[in-house]
Structures are given as structure tokens and as C-alpha cells.
């Protein structure tokens, strides 16, 4: 890895650090060559701190580690994108992240559409809709509809007619996220389980 960590004459390059699994930014240090090497040898992500002019693990106070996973270098050399399993909040403020946010997995738009089916079901009394009624008559009933789409897209899966099967396929996903809520469960817990499972 040719970093070029002389081009801001400064001898240090942006590390961007990203959550492996998540993909969430978690924060942005510097390193410096020696950071890099001691990163690199212990697995503990290393930076140059700015302020306290010294090399300075993260964690090293706090027990709250980043655990290396990968490094990438981008295209000018002078900056590396840190991929890192991290123990504990990345900010010292005991935040996940250093934008306050929750270092949980989003799964775009299948998050968002288990949050319309959330908010579908908390407001059942006030709207009407499909996601409502089907809660209404009961888990059975959804458990039901999971069955027959899944009929349905395995009838079409043995089919030449690829729009029918991605068309049955979605109603499965999206009947499948209704009764993981009727069970209590989210599309996180079902990652967990698959997490498990490469252990």
C-alpha cells in the first residue's frame, strides 16, 4: 500500500473508520506512518493525535477498541477507508458514533418499509389500510398469507415469467416483514441469527 503521507506536509492522512458490518461511518482520525504500522501489527486501529502530539489508541482509556477488519486506500493515496469491529461507543462522548447516531444496520428500503408497517399498526384505530386490517385478524392470518405467497412464488420461480416471480417474491418479503413484527422480531434479529450461524 503506497500511502502518500506526505502531501499535505503534514505526514498524516484522514482515516476514515466504518463499522464492518453496518457499513455506519463511526469517526475520522489521522494517522500517521508509524499509527499505520502499530494499526497494522496490533489490529487495534492507532491514530496520531493532533492535540495530545503522540500516537493514541482508541480505547486505550476507555477499554472501548476499534478492532481492525480491513484498510482500503482511496485513488489519490491519502486517504484510508478503515473498516473495524468496535467494542463499545466509538465517541467519547459514549455515543456509537461521533454524530450521535445509532450504530445499527439499515437496510434501505426494506427499513424504511418495516417503519410504514410500524407506524401502519401503532395508528390502526386512525387508518385504515391493508398492513391494519391484516394485524386485526390475528397472527394466524398473517402467518397464513406468508404461506400462500410463498406458494405462489415458488409456482412462479418454475415459470419463464421473471416479472411474475419478482412480483410474487416482493409480496412474500413484504408479508414475511409483517409477521416478523407480529412475532416481535425485526430484520435485525434475523441478521443476528445469520451472524451466528458464520461462528
Request: with cysteine.
Amino acid at each position: 500500500m503506497n500511502i502518500d503521507f506526505n502531501k499535505n506536509n503534514d505526514g498524516l492522512v484522514p482515516a476514515i473508520i466504518q463499522d464492518a458490518t453496518t457499513k455506519n461511518v463511526l469517526m475520522l482520525g489521522y494517522m500517521n506512518e508509524e499509527a499505520f504500522l502499530k494499526t497494522n501489527e496490533t489490529k487495534l486501529v492507532t491514530f496520531f493525535s493532533r492535540t495530545k502530539k503522540r500516537l493514541w489508541t482508541k480505547g486505550e482509556e476507555s477499554g472501548n477498541v476499534l478492532n481492525l477488519v480491513a484498510i482500503k486506500l482511496d485513488c489519490d493515496n491519502d486517504t484510508l477507508l478503515i473498516s473495524v469491529n468496535p467494542k463499545g461507543p466509538t465517541c467519547h462522548t459514549g455515543t456509537d458514533t461521533c454524530w450521535a447516531e445509532e450504530n445499527n444496520s439499515n437496510f434501505g428500503f426494506l427499513s424504511t418499509l418495516e417503519n410504514v408497517i410500524t407506524e401502519r399498526v401503532a395508528n390502526k384505530d386512525t387508518q385504515k389500510s391493508y398492513v391494519a386490517s391484516l394485524f386485526d385478524k390475528g397472527i394466524n392470518k398473517i402467518a397464513q398469507k406468508v404461506g400462500e405467497e410463498a406458494v405462489e412464488t415458488v409456482i412462479e420461480a418454475m415459470d419463464t415469467n421473471d416479472e411474475l416471480f419478482l412480483y410474487e417474491s416482493a409480496d412474500l418479503l413484504f408479508h414475511y416483514l409483517m409477521l416478523l413484527q407480529a412475532k416481535g422480531f425485526t430484520l435485525k434479529d434475523i441478521e443476528a441469527e445469520l451472524i451466528k450461524r458464520q461462528k
